[in-house]
DNA sequence: ATTATCTATAGATCTATAGATAATGC
DNA sequence: ATTATCTATAGATCTATAGATAATGC
């Protein structure tokens, strides 16, 4: 629950923790819909407390300031996304269509999530950078889940033998092909309903992950980027420091 | 020329055009690199006119308001992004390389304009919603030079055999493709070279299109939908109107 | 005289807090 | 007594304009 951890981390004048979450979420879920409508900056801190039923002098016993608010709504949003792909990777049942199966399960979350994965998309820039680096680390948490569906894939032989760097790109294209009915949606829903445009999207992917063997040269990559390992850990030959 | 024509549209008390022209492109450009930095309602208008070295008062006489100034910067970058996706179209020089040497031009593109598209995505919504829907059609106007790319290479056989529905998807997943550089650059560039990411890029967007044939099965779709053949062009079975 | 530019500020916010009041538990 | 909540507002902005000044062209 990064929610949940994280709320610890937010300060608060109020002793009875059960209360803090239970306000929290009160004040986050009246203001992300005031996000979406009307974006972080156009939304005023009273307005955010009207739609949540409290006093603007409660709402600052919750949260130090206005950015707090839109840093737990980040996370929670984060929060249900992980969870919605982890099912959707458990509803996948295996087999010749296991990947189809999980493009599919994914692409409803996105679906379902449509509002709330913009919002993140337009609003992170407006946190304070340290929790920009939370946001984004969460992001790349959940890419990390479809990169170990690849993986597993690609070594169970249901996927062709697919080199790490490779496996990580088409992982960051899964997630954000799913991110580009959200925020392409002002066309994209215009012509194609959300089952026409998986449709579409899961063969797409399917032909970049599954063509055939001699498309996928042998790893040109591994250039032993030479010794040092950082917490960025350029686990493989490839990655490289760009400034 | 987009941005031109657009000038005259937003009102001004100054007559001479040139130097509407001439001052406006200097507020444009100092606003531009401010908005990035730190984002369109962090930036005041003093800061611009600062910036732009003029005063404040001499600002209004400029633009009717701050929102047409972020309005005149998308502009400018979508006008120069088509521009160069233009030029990306012509250096392709056919064969069987060509959509590979778009993909590299198209992406060189994206690199060198990362920090506008960028700013775009971000800012976009703070603008009027006359203006949002402006931008919006900017962004289409490119992705179709892309479905005419496809469209060409598909119909003199130097791509399979590719439906409408399919090759427009598959141009929208191009230049989303070429987009994630930039806004998932935080996590690409501290492992990627751009010329690593074009090079799995281009691989992965070639097996999408290309595939064998027997991954694009017999249009399902051509309903021969009775003649109308309108620019929506609801072509085939499916597209459908949400809300 | 006309056009362009500047300074100074009106007017309208908005965030965050101080200090008063109500509710709760001992 | 302690904890939670509220009202009222200090203090700090920020946008956009009014009215004064400088520059230009006849």
Redesign the interface.
């Given at each position: 629950m990064p929610a949940k951890i994280h709320q610890a981390t937010i300060p608060t004048q109020v002793k009875d923790p059960g209360l803090v979450e239970r306000r929290r979420r009160q004040i986050a879920d009246a203001a992300v819909q005031l996000f979406i409508r009307n974006?972080f900056?156009?939304t005023t801190t009273r307005q955010i407390a009207r739609a949540a039923d409290i006093s603007i002098g409660s709402l600052y016993e919750y949260f130090h300031c206005k950015e707090d608010i839109l840093y737990l709504v980040c996370e929670q949003i984060h929060s249900e996304m992980e969870k919605g792909v982890a099912q959707a990777m458990n509803h996948a049942s295996g087999g010749k269509e296991a990947l189809a199966e999980v493009i599919r399960e994914y692409f409803l979350v996105c679906h379902r999530m449509s509002d709330f994965i913009l919002m993140i998309?337009?609003q992170t820039?407006?946190l304070p950078s340290q929790w920009q680096r939370r946001v984004?680390e969460n992001e790349?948490r959940i890419t990390g889940l479809l990169v170990g569906v690849l993986a597993r894939l690609a070594s169970s032989g249901e996927l062709p033998r697919l080199n790490e760097?490779?496996i990580?790109?088409?992982a960051?294209?899964i997630v954000?092909?799913g991110h580009?009915w959200t925020?392409?949606r002002?066309?994209?829903?215009?012509?194609?309903?959300i089952e026409?445009?998986i449709r579409?999207?899961t063969?797409?992917?399917?032909?970049?992950?599954?063509?055939?063997p001699e498309?996928?040269p042998a790893p040109i990559?591994p250039p032993a980027a030479g010794g040092g390992s950082d917490a960025?850990s350029?686990s493989e030959g490839?990655?490289?420091?760009?400034s």
């Open positions: 974006g900056h156009k998309y337009q820039q407006s984004l790349l760097r490779t990580e790109i088409l960051h294209n954000v092909l580009m925020f392409r002002w066309f994209l829903a215009k012509h194609y309903r026409d445009y579409l999207q063969a797409a992917i399917l032909r970049m992950c599954t063509a055939g498309e996928f990559d960025d350029p490839g990655p490289r420091e760009v």
